[in-house]
Nanobody, 117 residues
């Protein structure tokens, strides 16, 4: 079975930084795409960042230049480094993983990030 478990969320002041972690089991992260999404209160889920199996990275417009996605294959963990945080970054952040076939999608339970002004 595939499991994705996020951690690292919390409360931070505007301008601060946080690093989210996503521990992945049952899926080879070096061979599959991973990413992060978020959902703010009253809003639809928003794509934040993805990393392909080849290591290419892409970011949503609202976070590009401030957030960085990375992974540690040995630890089977995906990270999201978030800098220069803004109150509008407040959301539940979800880790996402995809099977090598691209057919199956997997989600973590989410971790809350709250940015105070």
């Amino acid at each position: 079975q595939v499991h994705l478990v996020e951690s690292g969320g919390g409360l931070v002041q505007a301008g601060g930084s946080l690093t989210l972690s996503c521990a992945v089991s049952g899926l080879e992260i070096s061979s599959n795409g991973q990413g992060w999404y978020r959902r703010a209160p009253g809003k639809q889920r928003e794509w934040v960042a993805t990393m392909t199996s080849g290591g290419s990275r892409a970011y949503g417009d609202s976070v590009r230049g401030r957030f960085t996605i990375s992974r540690d294959n040995a630890k089977s963990t995906v990270y999201l480094q978030m800098n220069s945080l803004k109150p509008e970054d407040t959301a539940v952040y979800y880790c996402w993983g995809q099977s090598a076939s691209g057919i199956d999608n997997y989600w973590g339970q989410g971790t809350q990030v709250t940015v105070s002004s």
